[in-house]
């Protein structure tokens, strides 16, 4: 898969290593804004949990 992806990417060597890292910070940032935040509200018990002593 990761060659395929190598593959495709037009461009010199440097050029592709720069796409990735594009590419790799753009997923992280839309995985971190709006991905975990909208499991994270999936999964999440909506009434809180508390333990009295």
Avoid: E, K
């Avoid at 997923?27 to 999936?42: H, I, K, R």
């Amino acid at each position: 898969m990761y060659g395929a992806l190598w593959r495709g990417l037009p461009g010199p060597v440097w050029l592709r290593v720069l796409m990735l890292v594009v590419l790799v910070a753009a997923l992280l940032f839309v995985l971190s804004t709006w991905v975990f935040p909208w499991v994270d509200g999936v999964l999440t018990p909506s009434q809180p949990v508390t333990v009295d002593p």
